[in-house]
């Protein structure tokens, strides 16, 4: 599913940097993603990936940039909505000093972007979609200022009036009038 150029052998990254760029297909990656987030962001089918890597000693680094189209749905008015999201990256890897046969250990979430390989090739794809979850907004939401649904007559606020508040009879709104009623 995944080109082979998400994938680098560990003996190819040279101690001077060198700088790739590629545009991968990541269609797949929504499946994967619904699983375990509850799909509130949508994968665009290609993701624009420009990275410089190198190595000192044993330790790998990597640092670049994604850029992407994304969709998500409104946490407050439910609209459908898509946005750029572009995000600059760094991250290293060092060899792993135990446990040589265990699987990708890549994952394994570190503080200051530190991490382990235990494999002769780094493959990159679970590295960036973890950038593209860091970078992602913790819920969708499709303007800061998106005013959602009225909780008394569910009214579209970014679309139309409130039926409720102009019939003044909004229940959140009676404790406001009785405050001034009592003063
Ligand atoms: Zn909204
Ligand atoms: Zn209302």
């Known amino acids: 599913m995944f080109s082979p150029l998400m994938k680098i052998p560990v003996g190819d990254i040279p101690q001077s ?7 991968e297909n990541i269609a797949g990656l929504s499946d994967i993603y619904s699983k375990y987030r509850s799909g509130d962001f949508r994968f665009p089918p290609r993701l624009d990936v420009k990275l410089v890597y190198y190595r000192s000693g044993r330790q790998l680094f990597f ?8 969709e998500g749905s409104c946490s407050r008015c439910l609209s459908e909505y898509t946005f750029e999201l572009n995000k600059d990256f760094e991250f290293v ?18 503080d ?16 960036i979609l973890e950038q593209v979850l860091l970078a992602l907004p913790t819920r969708p ?12 007559c569910g009214a ?5 009036a409130c039926v409720c508040s102009a019939a003044g009879d909004d229940p959140r709104m009676a404790i406001f009038r009785s405050l001034k009623v009592g003063r």
């Open 156 to 160: 579209n606020l970014n679309q139309e």
């Open 93 to 110: 890897l060092s060899p792993a000093v135990s446990k040589p046969d265990r699987k990708i250990e890549e994952l394994s979430r570190e």
């Open 63 to 70: 640092q670049g940039s994604l850029r992407g189209t994304f």
């Open 141 to 152: 939401l499709c303007d800061e200022n998106c005013r959602g649904f009225c909780a008394g």
């Open 17 to 23: 940097p060198k700088e790739i760029s590629f545009s």
């Open 112 to 127: 200051l972007g530190l991490s382990y390989y235990s494999t002769d090739e780094i493959d990159l794809m679970p590295l």
